[in-house]
């Protein structure tokens, strides 16, 4: 099946394939470079200083997509791995960290890791386990979980700063540079740029019919807003997408021929069988309108930017309260609830993964509130991210066409 | 308190036995006051204790309770510990709680505390973050912030003021168990034939179900008791059991493997009511006190990131201070923290030449033989070797 994929694409795919490059070149000629997790991160930081963002978890899901994981994971098994361990991690430590190192040149060795552990606590033992294996510094950047109010005390606040200048010191002594807060404050301002334009982008999945799948072709977008954010490139490419995007809506057009349903995803794609999975919604003509996983990294569509007057509090701020995994499980809930009635969707579908327990840990309950408590028709399908063996084509296709049928079934009724 | 336990009950372990195999809805019943669920690894107790409620253990329910709600809530691969915890919840076994409190032990537990405060609205929920970084990076501050943050919750909801004075004295209380419980785990350091691993396990446990002066006395009848033994040391392997610090398992499973020929010399069951290496200072600001003991005088933890001490270089010197022989990793089934530490804890023993083997555990597991023929077949080729 054929979505439209135009210019949004294409872009996003140079920018990133230069960044591959340059990763593969600090490969070679050892620039600075640093790994990083995606979720509420400091990339700032460590760009105005010039060190390369590794982001393991990209790795991992290129991998997924490109079906190369199954023999990592299996060679991290061998080392000790538990088949219930997130297969991300598993996925890296038989590509990069596991004995030997990264071996195919294309990434470099890290001269340090930065954990920002925002929610996810795999994360933390990620980390731990790369500085084991790996044999290099690890930053911990340790940040309160939100509290229920949504509001962070003065105390995490500070915490979390000075966890910020403790990296600032390392980056320094990794690179013998200065640190340049002006430099920040630039790269800031690019960041605000992409962060403004992603969110304009999402506002404009409001429109019947959306100009682009808020879930599949979110993830075009979600490399450069959380790998390159705060380049050039990076508030370029919203630019052009946020133009394309407008035109699309002007023109009525959207990714599939005909938008039949609107719909919410939350949780992350089964990498392994992406396209698969996706074609199993495009036949019904169900297009995402909004999903939550594209908010792991951060949440710009409710007003949050980088402030180049605040360079270092803002960036704590996107840490603390503004991404996906630093916030409960009931104020996903929340975020999904808005998703559904300002995006006017008509289905909530959850996708479990075993690997990431901070996504799927009570989507039972979650499914209970949406479809018990609101009325909200939902549908709770299982796999995995990374791991092709937890994908069934056939009783994913069975459940999914038993969902929209009946979803089309009480279309019809409400109409009549 | 506890009378009728202690009119039928003949030892200090056999009451201990009686309390545990009640679990916590008895221990609630048993109160006459207000009581507050933790839910592990550990849990600030002083706090709730100077707020005039009794810390309870939230630790899920074993093979006590049958689960007819929570796996609609729960996916089939989440821990048992996460799924009867809720299931006492939904079964309504927990209304007389005042509230309970979770922490920033592993992403299952932090839904969990979601899912309760949906599903209870008359519970009072609190999560606290606990510091994952080492005393020098601001954690101090950060974590006494943290606790101030939960008190004020507290006296929001219970209208009452809780002063410094009350959390020094809780401290004082909590810190007699506390040591106690350090001195029953050296006798089993040192003379293991003095002790079962069941028994400092019961012990240990049963504690969790009482008050803490309760505890205190209980821990004392007992090492009176050990101290008049006189049992033979038997030919066994001394090992260090690690990775059951939240789910527990069942007495036997511990039975079984002290039975299959170990002596367990060390272990991390119920590791967070036997958190602290020391005692918790009583003068000065108690929350700074709790805080800083948290961070520099605390065991190490699957759940907690410390950058001074790597935990796979602290197993490798608890074996030797120990003299124990090899360790028995004991996940419970699911768990995320335990299972990724089994990597490293292994790599390290094995550069260290210390034998080791996986005993994947389920509170709600009731047959041993397998586990039974597992261990004995590692303790033959440690003694036979």
Redesign the interface.
């Known amino acids: 099946m054929a979505e439209y994929q135009g210019v949004v694409h294409t872009k996003s795919r140079e920018i990133m394939s230069a960044w591959y490059d340059r990763l593969a070149a600090a490969a070679k000629n050892g620039t600075p470079s640093a790994c990083i997790m995606i979720s509420g991160n400091c990339v700032e930081i460590l760009r105005s200083f010039d060190i390369e963002p590794v982001f393991p978890e990209v790795n991992a899901l290129q991998l997924a997509i490109r079906k190369q994981s199954l023999p990592l994971i299996l060679k991290a098994e061998e080392m000790g791995y538990s088949s219930d361990n997130c297969a991300y991690v598993k996925a890296d430590a038989g590509y990069t960290f596991g004995e030997g190192g990264p071996s195919d040149g294309k990434i470099p060795v890290p001269n340090f890791l930065v954990c920002n552990f925002v929610g996810c606590n795999v994360y933390i033992k990620w980390f731990e386990h790369s500085a084991a294996f790996l044999g290099v510094p690890l930053v911990m950047i340790d940040v309160p979980f939100l509290h229920p109010d949504g509001k962070p005390t003065e105390g995490d606040v500070r915490y979390v700063v000075a966890q910020l200048r403790k990296l600032i010191e390392t980056c320094e002594k990794v690179t013998g540079k200065k640190f340049d807060i002006d430099r920040l404050r630039e790269i800031c301002a690019l960041s605000a740029r992409a962060g403004a334009g992603w969110a304009r982008a999402k506002e404009l999945c409001q429109n019947t019919p959306a100009p682009f799948d808020a879930y599949f072709d979110s993830i075009n977008m979600m490399g450069p807003i959380n790998v390159l954010r705060g380049t050039k490139d990076a508030a370029d490419f919203f630019d052009a997408a946020v133009k394309e995007y407008e035109e699309m809506v002007a023109a009525k057009k959207g990714p599939l021929a005909q938008e039949k349903f609107r719909i919410v995803v939350e949780g992350p794609p089964p990498y392994p069988y992406y396209r698969q999975f996706r074609d199993l919604f495009a036949a019904w003509g169900a297009v995402a309108v909004q999903s939550t996983y594209s908010t792991v990294g951060g949440i710009w569509e409710w007003g949050f930017r980088h402030d180049p007057k605040r360079p270092l509090e803002s960036i704590a701020e996107l840490m603390l309260v503004n991404n996906l995994c630093n916030r409960s499980l009931l104020q996903r809930y929340e975020q999904i609830k808005r998703y559904v009635e300002e995006w006017k969707a008509d289905a909530l579908v959850i996708h479990s993964v075993k690997s990431c327990r901070l996504f799927s840990a009570g989507q039972g309950d979650m499914r209970d509130y949406f479809a018990n408590q609101l009325g909200v028709p939902t549908l709770l399908v299982e796999s995995d991210l990374e791991d092709p063996r937890y994908y069934a084509q056939a009783m994913m296709k069975n459940r999914i066409d038993a969902f929209f049928e009946s979803l089309e079934h009480r279309k019809l009724l409400r109409r009549a | 308190m506890n009378t009728a336990i202690t009119a039928v009950a003949t030892s200090p372990v056999a009451r201990a036995k009686e309390i545990c195999a009640a679990g916590l809805p008895d221990a609630i019943r048993r109160h006459p006051g207000p009581a507050f669920g933790c839910f592990p690894v550990y849990s600030p107790f002083e706090l709730y204790h100077a707020a005039g409620l009794l810390p309870l253990g939230l630790m899920g329910a074993g093979g006590t309770i049958d689960i007819v709600h929570a ?5 089939s ?2 821990c048992s510990i ?1 799924k009867t915890t809720l299931e006492l919840g939904l079964q309504k076994r927990l209304t007389a709680l005042e509230g309970v409190a979770f922490h ?5 537990a ?6 309760f ?3 209870f609205p008359g519970l009072h929920v609190e ?1 606290i ?1 606990l ?3 080492g005393a020098g ?3 101090e ?2 974590l ?3 606790y ?2 939960a008190l004020a919750g507290l006296e929001e909801r219970l209208k009452r003021r809780i002063g410094d004075e009350a959390i020094r004295a809780s401290i004082r209380t909590y810190n007699r168990p506390r040591a106690l419980m350090r001195r029953l785990y050296e006798i089993r350091a040192r003379e293991p034939e003095r002790v079962t691993a069941s028994e400092a396990f019961t012990l240990v446990r049963a504690g969790t179900f009482m008050p803490p002066e309760d505890h205190a006395a209980l821990l004392e009848g007992s090492l009176a008791e050990f101290a008049t033994r006189r049992n033979k040391r038997m030919d066994r392997v001394r090992v260090v059991v690690e990775g059951a610090f939240c789910e527990q398992p069942p007495v036997g499973l511990i039975d079984v493997m002290e039975a299959a020929g170990c002596y367990v010399v060390d272990d991390d069951f119920c590791a967070g009511w036997r958190w602290f290496r020391e005692d918790v200072i009583e003068t000065g600001d108690p929350v700074r006190a709790l805080a800083r003991a948290y961070l520099s005088r605390s065991r190490c933890s699957s759940t907690r ?1 410390d ?1 001074d001490r ?1 935990r ?1 270089l602290e197993l490798v010197e608890r074996v030797k201070s120990t003299g124990a022989q090899a360790v028995v990793f004991m996940p419970a ?2 768990c ?2 335990a ?6 804890f ?2 390290e023993l094995e550069k260290a030449g210390v034998p080791h083997i996986l005993i994947e555990f389920e509170e709600k597991m009731w047959t041993f033989e397998r586990t039974r023929g597992e261990i004995e077949t590692f303790v033959e080729s440690l003694l036979f070797d």
């Open positions: 796996d609609a809530r729960f996916q691969f989440v996460a920033s032990i592993c992403d299952v932090r839904n969990l505390a979601s899912v405060r949906r599903n999560y973050h510091a994952q970084n990076d601001a954690a501050d950060y006494v912030s943290e101030r943050r990131h950058p790597p796979h089934k699911f995320e923290p299972l990724f530490d089994y990597v490293l292994r790599r």
